[in-house]
């Protein structure tokens, strides 16, 4: 690739919105956009150093340090490739959708690479006021997911245990879509009637029962050019399915005591706790309208299987809780909560910090102000993630299984570590 070449591909990469560089197949930055040089270092030198070196502050590339890199994967299959990373910006670590593409010389050999990055702003690696927030790998999985299907108009089906917050999750895939201006209506599905769901869903005529006294309109109307979140889908009653599967088939519905059906316009994004496959098997749910509304499955991780991200949950719950107090939680007290199971999953461990928050007098919250309903597990398994992972990595997941598996005093935990109890303190609080 010649410098003009490389001079007539940058002015067009000046012209995108969002970061992008032009990359050697030995991972050298050949060219990087304004937005990219903004992005990553504003008037450090980019031309010449390693992606991974920018973007991640990385010595070697991302698939040598436990990461899925997109280079890597596109030499081997020649296709683009899109992944999901943290990258480091001036701001710190953010959330980022890259999409890399090859470009073919010739004689049809990869020649370059050009990628382009954005910015993922419904999710943080930092404690924050609004959205998801997470940094584990089910995590990023998840997150990948959900950027992949937003921009399309795919029925998504979002699945996981209570607790693990479904409804940030289908909040997320609405802002990310081209609806994300229109409303986004959440319905809860659990506990209604037949005459509640029609009129809640549908709406209802002027004198169609007794005491409608006006017309009402539904929430689907009500979203109508938007997202239609359906929580607990899986708790509606059979009888009640057929109704919504005609919604969603023909696209059309009824006021309830109206003839005339009226057109509607929506994205459906539904969730449950449930097992639908098992429920289809068992004829408690329709496999009609199981196939109609799980286009697009995600699974939602429990708290237990990302217990990593748990001390950045703590932190971020905890300043939603107490925007006005600077609350922090001990070393021990974070131990005993990565240590915990968590059945009720984060909703259960904002309730926890909630009432901590209220048993503590000062600025850290002790042990003694965590009450768990259940008797924490014993973590006798491996305290290391089974991928590859930075040493750095996993120092702080050895640390914090050490810590609570141990139940003396922390300076005898110390003492066997054979570093200070101030240089555990600091490890522990990183």
């Known amino acids: 690739m010649n410098e003009e070449q490389i001079s007539e591909l940058l002015s067009y990469l000046d012209s995108q919105p969002q970061p992008c560089i032009v990359l050697s197949k030995d991972y050298t930055i050949l060219a990087a ?24 502050h990385f010595d070697r590339p991302c698939d040598e340090a436990g990461e899925s890199c997109p280079l890597k994967l596109s030499s081997t299959t020649k296709q683009s490739q899109r992944v999901l990373h943290l ?11 890259v999409v890399l593409t090859p470009i073919f010389n010739s004689v049809g050999e990869i020649a370059y690479f050009v990628e382009m990055i954005q910015t993922i702003h419904d999710a943080s690696a930092h404690p924050s006021a609004r959205g998801l927030v997470g940094r584990s790998s089910l995590f990023n999985n998840m997150l990948g997911l959900v950027e992949r299907v937003a921009p399309s108009e795919a029925t998504v089906l979002l699945l996981g245990e209570s607790g693990t917050g479904k409804e940030l999750v289908a909040q997320a895939v609405h802002n990310a879509s081209k609806r994300a201006k229109a409303p986004f209506v959440a319905v809860d ?25 006006q017309r009402k309109y539904g929430l689907v109307e009500s979203a109508s050019g938007g997202t239609l979140f359906l929580d607990e889908v899986g708790d509606i009653p059979l009888s009640l399915q057929v109704k919504l599967l005609r919604l969603i088939e023909t696209g059309t519905y009824r006021r309830v005591g109206g003839v005339e059906p009226l057109r509607a316009d ?12 098992k429920m289809v098997e068992q004829e408690s749910f329709r496999k009609d309208l199981y196939y109609r509304i799980s286009s697009f499955p995600i699974h939602l991780p429990s708290l237990s299987e990302r217990r990593e991200d748990i001390p950045l949950l703590s932190a971020t719950l905890l300043s939603r809780i107490n925007p006005d107090r600077k609350l922090n939680l001990h070393p021990d007290t974070l131990a005993k909560l990565i240590a915990y199971d968590f059945p009720g999953n984060i909703r259960e461990l904002r309730n926890i910090l909630e009432r901590a928050s209220l048993m503590t007098d000062g600025d850290i919250i002790m042990p003694e102000h965590v009450t768990l309903e259940y008797k924490p597990p014993k973590l006798n398994e491996s305290p290391l993630s089974q991928e590859i992972i930075s040493l750095e990595q996993a120092e702080k997941q050895y640390l914090t299984w050490v810590a609570a598996q141990h139940e003396g005093d922390r300076r005898v935990l110390a003492k066997k570590l054979g570093i200070s109890e101030r240089t555990l303190y600091r490890k522990l609080q990183n």
């Open 33 to 56: 956009n304004v937005a990219y040089r903004l992005e990553y270092g504003g008037k450090a030198q980019m031309v010449g150093r390693h992606c991974y070196e920018v973007s991640h």
């Open 87 to 97: 990258h480091q910006t001036p701001r710190g670590e953010e959330h980022v959708d």
């Open 189 to 213: 599905c659990s506990g209604l009637t037949e005459t509640l769901f029609e009129s809640e869903l549908f709406g209802y005529e002027k004198g169609a029962f007794t005491g409608a006294s």
């Open 266 to 277: 929506f994205r459906l994004i539904s969730a449950t706790h449930r097992d639908l496959k």
